[in-house]
Every structure is written in structure tokens, then in C-alpha cells.
């Protein structure tokens, strides 16, 4: 049984920086997409960021340059270190995975945690 758990959610200011971690047991991290999702409330689930197998990133035009994922295969964690942090950047984040990086920029996932909160306060 394949389980995500993330971590590293809280509440923060306008600009600071927060690491969210993922820690996925059952299976290892290769030959598998990864990747981080958001919601915040009354709005549509967001694509955040998703890294392949090989462990090239991809980013939502809203966190690009701010955001950063990547993996450490050894340890089964997938990590998002975010930056700049601004209020629009409040939502639950989930983790996930699935075959490719462009299924999981369609939520097209086989697995998923159960989110971690993230509020950004001006």
C-alpha cells in the first residue's frame, strides 16, 4: 500500500520561506512522476509543481521562480522549498504521483497525501 504523508505546512509572512516535505512509503520514488498540488478555499484544486523520474522540474507560471522541487531518492521524500511566499500562495498542499509529469498537470494521480496547510499573512 502506497502512502504520502506531507509535512512543513504553517503559517508565515509575505516573503518568507517554507520547505513542505513528502514522505512516500510502499514504493520507491523511480520511474515515477512526483509532484505538489494546492487548493485554497473555495477554489479549484492548482497544479503547483511536478518532477520526473530523472528528476527535471516543472512549475505552475504563479510559483515559477519562486518555488523549487525536487527528491532524494535515498530517503523516498519529495520536497518543496518555497520562497517569496505571498498571500495568494495560502491553500492546502498536496502531494502526489502518478505515471507522468503531464498526468499530474491534469490530476491525473495514483497517489495522494491528505495536504498540509500553508498561510501566508501580510
Known amino acids: 500500500q502506497v502512502q504520502l504523508v506531507e509535512s512543513g505546512g504553517g503559517l508565515v509572512y509575505t516573503g518568507a520561506s517554507l520547505r513542505l516535505s513528502c514522505t512516500v512509503s510502499g514504493r520507491p520514488l523511480s520511474s515515477y512522476a512526483w509532484g505538489w498540488s494546492r487548493q485554497a478555499p473555495g477554489q479549484e484544486r492548482e497544479f503547483v509543481a511536478a518532477?520526473?523520474?530523472?528528476?527535471?522540474?516543472y512549475y505552475a507560471d504563479s510559483v515559477k521562480d519562486r518555488f523549487t522541487i525536487f527528491k532524494d531518492n535515498a530517503k523516498n521524500m519529495i520536497y518543496l522549498q518555497m520562497s517569496d511566499l505571498k498571500p495568494e500562495d495560502t491553500a492546502v498542499y498536496y502531494c502526489?504521483?502518478?505515471?507522468?509529469?503531464?498526468?499530474?498537470?491534469?490530476?491525473?494521480?495514483?497517489?495522494w497525501g491528505q495536504g498540509t496547510q500553508v498561510t501566508v499573512s501580510s
Open positions: 502526489n504521483g502518478g505515471g507522468s509529469t503531464t498526468k499530474l498537470r491534469n490530476y491525473q494521480y495514483d497517489y
Open positions: 518532477i520526473t523520474w530523472a528528476g527535471a522540474g
